[in-house]
Every structure is written in structure tokens, then in C-alpha cells.
């Protein structure tokens, strides 16, 4: 433990012992001073007759703060909301920047989404019905609407006077959009950039007009490429008629990144990762076990497919030595392609001519693999087993296997990132279990042709 941590502990140590006797004072003056995230942090440690002592000592406002930095999809959070009175967890929702209070209601059932809505302003109620109209891996369903904007006609000195107001609730005040009389968004002005203006300045003539945005629908990958661009801090979201109506913040895209992060290396396991650590055996299993059904359907064909050369194996038994050395390092060169394909879909766009492009060098770049690996394995086998004809089958059998796996480890999910479908979905083990098929094709295939020059073996 480093002495962040110990300090922590010390100090959750000091704040349960204030909560259990009820010293208010000492108890805000302590918990308050606390960074959110180190807040969110204890009071996720609290049972429930401590979390109720709790919001009997903290503000809506002070536990909507504590809240934006509480990660949305615990799935305690239902739990959390619902043993709060209800009109204290309606403004610690209002008090909440609006992005985060939305993602903390589309884990909710509808009737309970319906009744914190209710006892709201209006204003601020349809505002968060809104946001939650937006699909949540889209920028509208990341944005936040808490941003500060003025209109081109504004003066410097006027924008400062009124940032003081917008400060309150806005989620960043480093950038200000600006908007024309029909309220499009024509330009954006830094912080610093008002600052160094001259009082009557008017924000229209001064401002940014090349806005980089990103459309309401754009998927959240787009967004956070963008960000990994530019390496803005936040960028506007606007909707088919250039209105703005949000922005994404970097704290948002950050938490996206992870999220992306997640899902492919989760389809590339053939298994969800983010298994909390509540999860029993039993539901741990329930999680695991389609994909390994499928791939036992799936590996059940390469059986038969072996069951079909039963002949070839009964007289050259020799062969059945090295159906694992084949099948397994095609499919490691085939997890390693389907590895590199879904990370660069990822990062860019994929039209046609690159796509031929891409599959021609993995093509290319299998067949190196395999007769650089095929010809090792067949000096290696040639001196082992003294037979460098067997070798010669073993290396063939490799370079085709490797090219082969190769070539679908990239195509399979450019195909089907092409179709509209996640590409982490062509998961390793599918992968490997696929190779493992055509691995054994192409192996006794070879064989067979050769047959006469082991058989004795």
C-alpha cells in the first residue's frame, strides 16, 4: 500500500467514526475537503444505515457532485437512488451535470426514470428525457448541454460578465461557441482568446469560424477520434441542420476509449471481461459458456473432418504427431492478423480501395510468415525423423495453413465491419477454431499426394 492509499484508508477510518456519532461538522469539514473521486470512493465502502447518515448530512448539491464521478453502470446504483428520499434524489439529479445524470437514468426502469423526472423543473425534466432519446454509444448519448455559448453580436466585456453566470453550471468553460441570429454555430473562441480581447471587441469578428464538430448521431469511436486528432478538450455536437445542441467533453471520451478498449479485447477473448467480482461461479459460467458451446459445434467439424482421413492416419500414423503443431501456430498467426485488422478498424475508416489494398498485404504478409516458418519446420523434421520428404510435407502443410489463417484473421472482420457488424466479434477463439478446420483440410490434403514416401514410418 503506497502512502495515497494509507492516507486514504486513514482518513475513510476517521470519516465512519465522525458518521457514527453523528459529528456533522467535523464530518463536512473532513468529507468536503475530499477530492469527488476520492468521495465516491468512500462512499462506495459505506452499508446502508451509513449511506443513510450520510445524505442526512450532506446537501443534494454536495452528493450530485460526489455522484458525476461515480461510474454509471454499477450495478448497485439502482439500489443507491431508490433509498434516498425521493425529492432529495430528484435535485441531487438536477444538480448533476446533465450527460452524467442521463447515464445514471438509462439504468433505471422506466417508472422509476418517470418519477425523479417528476418532481424536477420541467425545463431540466425534458432536457434529460432528451438526452435519453439519444443512443448511448452516439455523441448525442455522451453529450452533456451544460456548455457555454454566446451569440457573434456579443462584446467581450459582455461575454466575461456573463461567463461569471455560466460558470455555475456549465461542465467546461475553456471553450465558447458561438452562434449566428439563427442560432447555427458559425465559430468557437478559447478562454484565453476572450481574456486578450479588447472590451468592446465583438466575439463574431474575433472568433474561430473553422469549427470542428461531430454530428449528433456520429458513433462514439468517430467521437473519440476526433479527440485523439485534434487533442481538443471538448468538441461541439450538432444536429442534420448545424444546430448545436451539446458537447463531449475529454473526461467522456476517456471513459469511451476505455469502454471500446473493453468490447474488443472482450471479442477477442470470446468472453466478457468485465465480470464484476460479485459475480458467483454460476453466473460467471452462464456468461462464458455460448461461445464455448459454438466453438465445440464448430471444433466437433475439424473431428470429423480427421475422422474422415482415419485411412491416411492408419497407414502413415506418423501424421497424427503433428496435427496440433499445424493447427496451433495457424491459429496463433491468425489471432495475431485478426488482432492488428480490429485495431486498425478502430482507428480509421476502411473504404474499398484500401480494403483491397489491406487484404493483399496480409496476403502477402501470411505467405512471408508461412514459408519462413514452413521451411524451419521442415529442416527441423527432416533431422529429426530423418525423412525430409515428410518435412517437406509438414513445411507446405505449414506455409499454406499460416497464409491461410492469416488471410482471415484480417478479412472476416473487415467483412463484417463492412456489413454494419462489430469486428471484435470475430473473436480469437472463433478465429483459431476456424484455422484449425482449414489447417487440417489443407494438411491431409498435402499428405495424401506424399503418401507413398512415409507410409513406412
Given at each position: 500500500m503506497d502512502e495515497n492509499e494509507k492516507r486514504l484508508q486513514e482518513k475513510f477510518a476517521q470519516l465512519k467514526s465522525y458518521l457514527d456519532k453523528g459529528d456533522k461538522k467535523r464530518f463536512r469539514k473532513t468529507y468536503l475537503d475530499m477530492h469527488f473521486y476520492d468521495q465516491s470512493t468512500f462512499y462506495l465502502t459505506l452499508d446502508k444505515p451509513e449511506r443513510l447518515s450520510l445524505y442526512s448530512l450532506l446537501e443534494p448539491d454536495e452528493m450530485g457532485d460526489m455522484f458525476?464521478?461515480?461510474?454509471?453502470?454499477?450495478?448497485?446504483?439502482?439500489?443507491?437512488?431508490?433509498?434516498?428520499?425521493?425529492?432529495?434524489?430528484?435535485?441531487?439529479?438536477?444538480?448533476?451535470?446533465?450527460?452524467?445524470?442521463?447515464?445514471?437514468?438509462?439504468?433505471?426502469?422506466?417508472?422509476?426514470?418517470?418519477?425523479?423526472?417528476?418532481?424536477?423543473?420541467?425545463?431540466?425534466?425534458?432536457?434529460l428525457r432528451g438526452l435519453l432519446h439519444y443512443d448511448t454509444e452516439t455523441a448525442g448519448g455522451i453529450m452533456t448541454t451544460d456548455y457555454v455559448q454566446f451569440h457573434e453580436q456579443e462584446t467581450a466585456a459582455n461575454a466575461i460578465k456573463d461567463l461569471r453566470k455560466f460558470a455555475e453550471t456549465a461542465e467546461t468553460i475553456y471553450y465558447l461557441?458561438?452562434?449566428?441570429?439563427?442560432?447555427?454555430?458559425?465559430?468557437v473562441m478559447s478562454l484565453r482568446d476572450l481574456i486578450l480581447l479588447n472590451p468592446d471587441d465583438k466575439l463574431g469578428?474575433?472568433?474561430?469560424?473553422?469549427?470542428?464538430?461531430?454530428n449528433v448521431d456520429a458513433e462514439q469511436a468517430e467521437v473519440a477520434q476526433v479527440f485523439r486528432d485534434y487533442?481538443?478538450?471538448?468538441?461541439?455536437?450538432?444536429?442534420?441542420?448545424?444546430?448545436?445542441?451539446?458537447?463531449?467533453?475529454?473526461?467522456?471520451?476517456?471513459?469511451?476509449?476505455?469502454?471500446?478498449?473493453?468490447?474488443?479485447?472482450?471479442?477477442?477473448?470470446?468472453?466478457?471481461?468485465d465480470e464484476t467480482v460479485q459475480d458467483n461461479p454460476l453466473k460467471a459460467a452462464s456468461k462464458r459458456l455460448p461461445w464455448l458451446i459454438?466453438?465445440?459445434?464448430?471444433?466437433?467439424?475439424?473431428?470429423?473432418?480427421?475422422?474422415?482421413?482415419?485411412?491416411?492416419?492408419?497407414?502413415?500414423?506418423?501424421?497424427?504427431?503433428?496435427?496440433?503443431?499445424?493447427?496451433g501456430t495457424a491459429g496463433n498467426a491468425g489471432t495475431q492478423s485478426l488482432a492488428v485488422a480490429v485495431r486498425r478498424l478502430a482507428v480509421e475508416e476502411i473504404d474499398r480501395t484500401e480494403f483491397f489494398k489491406l487484404i493483399g498485404k496480409e496476403l502477402l504478409t501470411g505467405f512471408i510468415t508461412g514459408v519462413v516458418t514452413g521451411v524451419s519446420v521442415?529442416?527441423?523434421?527432416?533431422?529429426?525423423?530423418?525423412?525430409?520428404?515428410?518435412?517437406?510435407?509438414?513445411?507446405?502443410?505449414?506455409?499454406?495453413?499460416?497464409?491461410?489463417?492469416?488471410?482471415?484473421?484480417?478479412?472476416?472482420?473487415?467483412l463484417m465491419s463492412s456489413f454494419g457488424f462489430d469486428p471484435a466479434v470475430a473473436s480469437g477463439p472463433f478465429i483459431s477454431t476456424l484455422s484449425d478446420l482449414t489447417s487440417v483440410l489443407i494438411y491431409f490434403s498435402i499428405a495424401g499426394l506424399f503418401m507413398q514416401s512415409f507410409t513406412s514410418m
Amino acid at each position: 500500500m503506497d502512502e495515497n492509499e494509507k492516507r486514504l484508508q486513514e482518513k475513510f477510518a476517521q470519516l465512519k467514526s465522525y458518521l457514527d456519532k453523528g459529528d456533522k461538522k467535523r464530518f463536512r469539514k473532513t468529507y468536503l475537503d475530499m477530492h469527488f473521486y476520492d468521495q465516491s470512493t468512500f462512499y462506495l465502502t459505506l452499508d446502508k444505515p451509513e449511506r443513510l447518515s450520510l445524505y442526512s448530512l450532506l446537501e443534494p448539491d454536495e452528493m450530485g457532485d460526489m455522484f458525476d464521478t461515480i461510474e454509471d453502470d454499477l450495478p448497485e446504483i439502482p439500489e443507491y437512488l431508490k433509498e434516498m428520499d425521493l425529492e432529495f434524489a430528484a435535485e441531487m439529479l438536477n444538480d448533476m451535470y446533465d450527460d452524467n445524470a442521463a447515464d445514471v437514468l438509462e439504468h433505471l426502469d422506466k417508472a422509476d426514470v418517470d418519477r425523479f423526472l417528476g418532481q424536477m423543473p420541467r425545463s431540466d425534466a425534458n432536457n434529460l428525457r432528451g438526452l435519453l432519446h439519444y443512443d448511448t454509444e452516439t455523441a448525442g448519448g455522451i453529450m452533456t448541454t451544460d456548455y457555454v455559448q454566446f451569440h457573434e453580436q456579443e462584446t467581450a466585456a459582455n461575454a466575461i460578465k456573463d461567463l461569471r453566470k455560466f460558470a455555475e453550471t456549465a461542465e467546461t468553460i475553456y471553450y465558447l461557441y458561438v452562434l449566428d441570429s439563427h442560432d447555427d454555430l458559425v465559430g468557437v473562441m478559447s478562454l484565453r482568446d476572450l481574456i486578450l480581447l479588447n472590451p468592446d471587441d465583438k466575439l463574431g469578428e474575433q472568433m474561430n469560424s473553422d469549427v470542428i464538430t461531430v454530428n449528433v448521431d456520429a458513433e462514439q469511436a468517430e467521437v473519440a477520434q476526433v479527440f485523439r486528432d485534434y487533442e481538443f478538450l471538448a468538441v461541439p455536437v450538432v444536429d442534420h441542420a448545424n444546430q448545436m445542441v451539446g458537447i463531449v467533453t475529454v473526461d467522456d471520451v476517456i471513459e469511451v476509449i476505455d469502454d471500446e478498449s473493453l468490447q474488443d479485447y472482450s471479442g477477442l477473448a470470446g468472453v466478457s471481461v468485465d465480470e464484476t467480482v460479485q459475480d458467483n461461479p454460476l453466473k460467471a459460467a452462464s456468461k462464458r459458456l455460448p461461445w464455448l458451446i459454438t466453438l465445440l459445434l464448430l471444433s466437433m467439424i475439424t473431428a470429423t473432418l480427421i475422422n474422415h482421413y482415419e485411412s491416411l492416419l492408419a497407414e502413415a500414423s506418423i501424421l497424427a504427431v503433428f496435427i496440433s503443431t499445424i493447427t496451433g501456430t495457424a491459429g496463433n498467426a491468425g489471432t495475431q492478423s485478426l488482432a492488428v485488422a480490429v485495431r486498425r478498424l478502430a482507428v480509421e475508416e476502411i473504404d474499398r480501395t484500401e480494403f483491397f489494398k489491406l487484404i493483399g498485404k496480409e496476403l502477402l504478409t501470411g505467405f512471408i510468415t508461412g514459408v519462413v516458418t514452413g521451411v524451419s519446420v521442415m529442416l527441423l523434421v527432416g533431422v529429426w525423423k530423418h525423412n525430409f520428404i515428410l518435412g517437406m510435407v509438414i513445411g507446405l502443410a505449414m506455409c499454406a495453413a499460416i497464409t491461410v489463417a492469416n488471410l482471415a484473421g484480417s478479412l472476416i472482420p473487415m467483412l463484417m465491419s463492412s456489413f454494419g457488424f462489430d469486428p471484435a466479434v470475430a473473436s480469437g477463439p472463433f478465429i483459431s477454431t476456424l484455422s484449425d478446420l482449414t489447417s487440417v483440410l489443407i494438411y491431409f490434403s498435402i499428405a495424401g499426394l506424399f503418401m507413398q514416401s512415409f507410409t513406412s514410418m
